[in-house]
């Protein structure tokens, strides 16, 4: 168990973009999963293609590995890092807890 823990460290340490950019990815797919199976009949047609192509792109970064991708250049984890806490973001920011300051509105 040790030794499985140490290899994991090792890939880590050898790839952090890799990991960072799985990371970004795995939370962009849950957010488009749970938008896409909030929406009903009467949902914005062009927002669900939105949600779909970018779980589509999500799915795709975390098949990467499988066909050799592990380099990813900066630039592509960067943008999934900034697309994920966009998104994560408002998701945190309109499920603010009940005794946090609400906006008051006159």
């Known amino acids: 168990m040790i030794a499985h823990i140490i290899a994991i460290l090792d890939y880590v340490e050898a790839n952090p973009l890799l990991v960072i950019n799985l990371l ?3 939370l962009l797919l849950a957010h488009c999963l ?3 199976n909030k929406m009903d009949r009467s949902s914005n047609h062009a927002v669900r293609v939105f949600y779909i192509l970018l779980g589509v792109g999500a799915a795709g ?4 590995p499988l066909y050799a ?3 990813p250049q900066p630039a592509e984890v960067i943008s999934n890092i900034g697309a994920a806490g966009l998104l994560w973001g408002g998701w945190f920011y309109r499920n603010r807890r009940a005794s ?3 906006e008051r509105t006159p």
Request: no cysteine; net charge positive; hydrophobic share 50%.
């Open 100 to 102: 946090d300051v609400k």
């Open 69 to 71: 991708y592990t380099r």
């Open 61 to 64: 970064v975390l098949l990467g």
């Open 24 to 26: 970004a990815s795995v």
């Open 34 to 36: 749970f938008r896409i």
